[in-house]
């Protein structure tokens, strides 16, 4: 009965003087009471000699850590590591305290290498053992014929038979196998052969032609209408993408025509928002103005409205809050402002008041003339309790380039000043200085503007300005809504929450 048990893997614990040893039983003497072990690792490490032989006086603990099946051989072969690296997963053989039976667990044992067993291998059973079935033999005596004596016993472990069964004896618990068999996940994925395979790739394309798409859609949209469920949409339907700043719900079509001029306009403009801007007669804009002027907003007001938006604009440009920080005092932004004598040079006197507040460095240039008109006298009284630098001679302009220059020398009427010296000097003083241009409310005709501007700022509606005025900006000088309405423009503003807004041409 002891061949029963050649080639199951053990474990021997011979105490602390030679350790612990495992391998599979290539022998059982009955006989001598010996049992050799063929490939054996002491304390987790290879031997050096190929089989080992103990005696059962040296035996301590015995171990059963894999029993071979009935299909299976049970010829001592070569033992790989990774089967003697399973630790303590068997059955534990020892004497009862009790005197009543001997439950074997699955212990573990820290002496051999760790590695995962089997799922095949964890599902193994309690077996319990009689005192009836334990002897008064030697210590290997009684392991060996309590092993030949289960003739139920089974690598997987199931339960006794009937027959050997005894009545104090507690039944098993069933192992939750089908059939008393369980194939194991690793051979569900990986146990298919390798010859099994095919050679050919998988046809995509042609088994994708065999779906019809369109039929398919088709097929569920003519259900949902039957049923009169809501449709999903069908593939030539892209949804709707909306921005950050859009309204999902919309109560009313948008209308992007929001300013209607009396006369056709000669060119039109649209803000970012998508907002039509149509540009208007310099003399529609003129008669705005007046009849704004007339109703309260003087010039007074809109001088100093288009100094504060001309002055925002330009520290825009210079930087904003990047350049203009008190971490930045070495940095310190030059202007230069060139004005005439005439109300489009007051507003750049506002301008440069505005700017200079905002500790920006402000030259400003005017021409000496002995009669001044009362506007610029007053925002020059202004301008002259700021930080601001006055000239009136092209030589005291830098020679070096300055950060930005706002041109406020042209006028509609005044076209006479174009001919002054003074003016011709500033224009190529300008045009020499590389410095980026900044035009407020220049002139339509483009004859009339000796300085290409890179920017130009229009107050209220926009004129037609050509392509030397650079790109156009709007800002908001006041001018209430019924005011446009008296001057026949249907007018709804444009500008949102800003009061300047960038215009580009349609």
């Not at 065999?210 to 892209?238: C, H, M, Q, W």
């Not at 009849?291 to 001309?310: D, P, S, W, Y």
């Not at 004598?341 to 006197?349: D, E, L, N, Y």
């Not at 300085?451 to 790109?471: Q, T, V």
Request: glycine share 8%; hydrophobic share 30%; proline share 7%.
């Amino acid at each position: 009965m002891a061949t029963d048990w050649l080639g199951s893997i053990v474990s021997i614990n011979c105490g602390e003087s030679l350790g612990v040893y495992q391998g599979r039983v290539s022998a059982v003497d009955q006989v001598s009471q010996t049992i050799s072990l063929t490939r054996p690792f002491h304390n987790g490490v290879k031997c050096l000699v190929p089989e080992v032989t103990f005696r059962a006086g040296d035996i301590t603990e015995l171990k059963i850590l894999e029993i071979p099946g009935p299909g299976e051989s049970r010829q001592c072969g070569d033992l790989q590591q990774t089967e003697m690296g399973i630790p303590g997963v068997g059955c534990q053989v020892g004497p009862s305290q009790n005197g009543t039976g001997k439950v074997l667990k699955k212990p573990i044992s820290s002496s051999a290498p760790q590695n995962i067993p089997r799922r095949t291998d964890m599902k193994n059973q309690d077996i319990i053992i009689s005192p009836q079935q334990q002897c008064s033999k030697s210590y290997m005596d009684r392991h060996v014929e309590t092993l030949t004596q289960s003739k139920g016993f089974r690598r997987r472990h199931n339960s006794w038979s009937s027959s050997s069964r005894h009545p104090n004896q507690v039944t098993p618990k069933k192992s939750g196998l089908k059939n008393g068999q369980m194939k194991s996940k690793d051979d569900e994925c990986f146990g298919d052969d390798i010859d099994e395979i095919p050679d050919t790739d998988f046809d995509f394309e042609g088994n994708l032609a065999l779906f019809d798409k369109a039929a398919v859609f088709e097929e569920i949209e003519t259900y949902e209408r039957r049923s009169g469920t809501r449709s999903r949409g069908t593939p030539n339907e892209k949804p709707a993408r909306y921005r950050h700043d859009e309204n999902i719900l919309e109560s009313e079509p948008i209308v992007y025509r929001r300013i209607v001029v009396p006369q056709n306009a000669n060119k039109e403009f649209c803000t970012d928002s998508g907002l039509v801007v149509p540009s208007v007669s310099y003399e529609l804009h003129k008669k705005l103005l007046s009849v704004a002027e007339k109703h309260g907003l003087t010039l007074e007001r809109r001088l100093e409205m288009t100094g504060v938006c001309a002055s925002q604009m330009a520290l825009s440009l210079l930087g904003g809050p990047n350049r203009l920080n008190p971490k930045n005092v070495h940095q310190r932004p030059t202007v230069a402002l060139l004005c005439g004598p005439h109300v489009k040079g007051a507003q750049g006197i506002s301008c440069g008041r505005h700017l200079s507040n905002h500790d920006v460095h402000v030259i400003l240039f005017l021409p000496n003339f002995v009669k001044m008109l009362e506007s610029i006298t007053n925002e020059l009284n202004l301008f002259s309790k700021t930080q601001g630098q006055q000239v009136s001679s092209v030589k005291d302009l830098p020679d070096t380039p300055v950060d930005l220059v706002i041109n406020c020398l042209d006028c509609h009427e005044n076209a006479f000043l174009r001919d002054q010296p003074w003016y011709k000097a500033v224009v190529d003083w300008a045009n020499q200085n590389r410095a980026p241009v900044l035009s407020i409310d220049p002139p339509i005709n483009e004859m009339e503007q000796g300085i290409d501007a890179k920017w130009s700022l229009a107050l209220g509606l926009p004129l037609p300005l050509g392509e030397r005025a650079g790109r156009v900006y709007l800002c908001d000088i006041g001018i209430p809504q019924k005011v446009f309405q008296e001057v026949g423009i249907n007018y709804h503003s444009p500008f949102g929450c800003k009061f300047v807004i960038p215009l580009h041409s349609t």
